[in-house]
């Protein structure tokens, strides 16, 4: 079976769409369209373009519409192309609130259509190795994560700079690093509930919307699980982004640094409460024990294999799941939850308060 799909939007990820999925087997992409006729103008041979959404969704040869227009496109087209009784999917921030949410769903569920969210940033090798280390129940008693994400360079660009266009770094990455945490920390065995969140969030540069912040998310295990995200972080660096994993148990630490990580170490002692003893080094602030280097031998390292994950496997299970051999990896309730969380940041960040959540 091919899934036919037609791609609302063809900026830059309606592009990234039309290119990955030109590879897929069990998906044909039969129809493009953009409002701006510039962006139709390098649409591949064979495939059908629309200026008019409504015209792609009305077409007979498409089954899926794939929305990849600006944030604040998405409600309307997700309930147009549901009122059509065709099958859904759509680009993350599924929605710019949860009450927009609700609506989109029942829409989805009153027509019965499929209804999911491209949120493949869950096969991102970088977090697939930290969720596998994290599964595997290796580091102990884990009490911290961490997860960054810096640019140097203080771009922003297009509409994410526009409030009522559904701009902001958190509906950008956000919602991309708190489902990550979120749904490693429900898979787990050893995650749980979400108790409270504390959050810093801020307009460093732009004028309208967020461009830095910084997220603590308490689970009911006692993790604490930390997202820092800046654009803003000027630097003379031969790279231009940084991407980090840092997971701190009792039997061990994890650490991972990039998007395709080359290595990624478990880090353990053999010497654990044992006394340094005499040993000093002497710092610039003085003399040291406890950071100072460890004697030979008392720190392990273990290379931990690098999880072989791509976005195209996103789309393995679309097609899997829309036969009904799987389940769609991202459900609806899930990135509700995700929306939920961002709110309750947006509402920490304004009061300065911890907000209790579960
Ligand atoms: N999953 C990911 O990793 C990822 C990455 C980038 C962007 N996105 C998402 O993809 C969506 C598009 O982002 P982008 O960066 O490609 O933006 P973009 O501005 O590059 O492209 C959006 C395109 O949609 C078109 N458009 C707007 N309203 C339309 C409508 N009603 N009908 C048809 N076309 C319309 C615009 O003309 C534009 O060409 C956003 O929701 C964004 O969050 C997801």
Redesign the pocket.
Known sequence: MVIKFGI???????HEHEKMLAKMDGIQVTAI????GK?LEDVGGGIKRYIN?GELIKDPNVQVVLI????D??KK?VIEAAEAGKDILC???VALSISDLDEMETACKKYNVKFTV?Q??RFDPDFRTAKSVFDSQSLGDVYMIKTGLYGFNGNMH??HVFKDQGGGMLY?WGV?LIDQMLWMMNESPGGGKLKTVYADMRTIINKEVDDYFKILLRFENGIMAEIELGTYYLSNKDHWYERHWFIGGNKGSFTLDGFFPEKATITRTTRLLTNPGKGRTMSAAGPTRSFGPPPDGVLVNEDIAIANTKHADYFKNYIAAYSGKEEFLVKIPETRRVLRVMDAVRESARTGMAIQFE
Not at 68 to 71: L, S, T
């Open positions: 609302v939007g063809h900026g830059f990820m309606g369209s953009d409002i701006d962006q959404a990849a227009a600006n944030n496109q998405h087209l680009e993350k921030p491209h493949q940033r297009d509409w950008d991309h």
